[in-house]
């Protein structure tokens, strides 16, 4: 077994015990930590030693990640323990969210709410205003064929303009249905 073998196999037998070693050593001396000479220390640290985190080549990333996605797939606790890491980090970070979704529509997170300050906080159709349903209202509205946001609905909405396919003589028919019925 080659040195490089033998440092591997320990590091992996070993590494929960470093975890928890590190983990109570953290708690601890946490109260005594002094977090702004630890930022700079991170940041020194990383300026000095990116170069060797971003030397991977792409096979090399490709290889990694396919390692990480067949552990996640063959191995349920590791599943699970991301599972709860990701969902945990959404909850206490729900702007950092919103921003990632909102960014396939070509928007900031500030764009988002200059657009829902200028519609009054309400659905752009409906006037509909409820933000308790995050997933319900607001849903950015675009264009298809353009990928131009025309502005913020709710779902309802969103989804009525969908049906008919963003085409307005369909709207107007549909108008017209509804203002000739007497029932």
């Known amino acids: 077994m080659t040195s490089k073998e033998y440092n591997r196999k320990y590091y992996l037998d070993h590494q929960e015990e470093r975890?928890?070693?590190?983990?109570?050593?953290?708690?601890?001396?946490?109260?005594?930590?002094?977090?702004?000479?630890?930022?700079?220390?991170?940041?020194?640290?990383y300026q000095k030693n990116k170069a060797d985190w971003n030397n991977r080549t792409p096979d090399e990333n490709a290889k990694r990640?396919?390692?990480?996605?067949?552990?996640?797939?063959?191995?349920?606790?590791?599943?699970?323990?991301?599972?709860?890491?990701?969902?945990?980090?959404?909850?206490?970070?729900?702007?950092?969210?919103?921003?990632?979704?909102?960014?396939?529509?070509?928007?900031?997170?500030?764009e988002f709410n200059s657009i829902l300050t200028q519609q009054d906080g309400k659905c752009a159709i409906c006037g509909y205003s409820d933000r308790s349903d995050k997933n319900f209202f607001p849903v950015v509205d675009h264009d298809h064929l353009s990928g131009k946001v025309r502005g913020l609905l709710c779902m309802n909405c969103n989804?009525?303009?969908?049906?008919?396919?963003?085409?307005?003589?369909?709207?107007?028919?549909?108008i017209n249905y509804l203002g000739g019925f007497n029932g």
């Open 159 to 174: 989804m009525g303009i969908g049906k008919f396919k963003d085409d307005i003589s369909r709207l107007k028919s549909a």
């Open 65 to 110: 990640n396919a390692a990480r996605r067949d552990k996640y797939a063959t191995d349920e606790e590791y599943r699970d323990t991301t599972r709860k890491k990701v969902k945990n980090y959404q909850m206490s970070h729900p702007h950092i969210r919103k921003a990632q979704r909102i960014k396939k529509f070509g928007i900031t997170l500030e």
């Open 19 to 45: 975890r928890e070693y590190s983990r109570k050593r953290y708690h601890d001396n946490k109260d005594n930590l002094d977090k702004g000479a630890l930022k700079v220390y991170h940041a020194e640290y």
